[in-house]
Nanobody, 123 residues
Framework: QVQLVESGGGLVQAGGSLRLSCAAS????????MGWFRQTPGKERKFVAA????????YYTASVKGRFTISRDNAKNTVYLQMNSLKPEDTAVYYC????????????????WGQGTEVTVSS
C-alpha cells in the first residue's frame, strides 16, 4: 500500500510558477512509477507527467513540455512537479499517482492516488 499526499497548489497569475509536492508513505516508493494528472470540472482526468523509479527519463503531455518538470527524491519519498510559465488553461486539480511496472499515461494503470491539490491560474 502507498499513501500519497499532494501539496503546493494555490492561486498564481499567468506567467508565474508553482511547485507541487507529493509525499508518499509505505514501502518501496523507489520502485514505483510516479505520475501527475490533472482534472477540471466535468472533464476526464488527464495525464501531465510521469517519472520511472530511476528518474533518468521523464514523460510529459505535449501542452506542458518545456514548462513543467517532474522530478523525484527517493530518499525523501517525494515527487515534485515544477510548473513554470503557467497559463489559465493549466487551472485544474492536480493529482499524484503511483504504479508498478512501466510508465503509463493512462489513469486506469495507476493503483494509488492522492487527494489532489488545486491550482488556479488567473489571467
Amino acid at each position: 500500500q502507498v499513501q500519497l499526499v499532494e501539496s503546493g497548489g494555490g492561486l498564481v497569475q499567468a506567467g508565474g510558477s508553482l511547485r507541487l509536492s507529493c509525499a508518499a508513505s509505505g514501502r518501496s516508493f523507489s520502485s514505483y512509477v510516479m505520475g501527475w494528472f490533472r482534472q477540471t470540472p466535468g472533464k476526464e482526468r488527464k495525464f501531465v507527467a510521469a517519472i520511472p523509479w530511476t528518474g533518468t527519463t521523464t514523460y510529459y503531455t505535449a501542452s506542458v513540455k518545456g514548462r513543467f518538470t517532474i522530478s523525484r527524491d527517493n530518499a525523501k519519498n517525494t515527487v515534485y512537479l515544477q510548473m513554470n510559465s503557467l497559463k489559465p488553461e493549466d487551472t485544474a486539480v492536480y493529482y499524484c499517482a503511483a504504479r508498478f511496472g512501466n510508465w503509463s499515461a493512462e489513469t486506469y494503470d495507476y493503483a494509488y492516488w492522492g487527494q489532489g491539490t488545486e491550482v488556479t491560474v488567473s489571467s
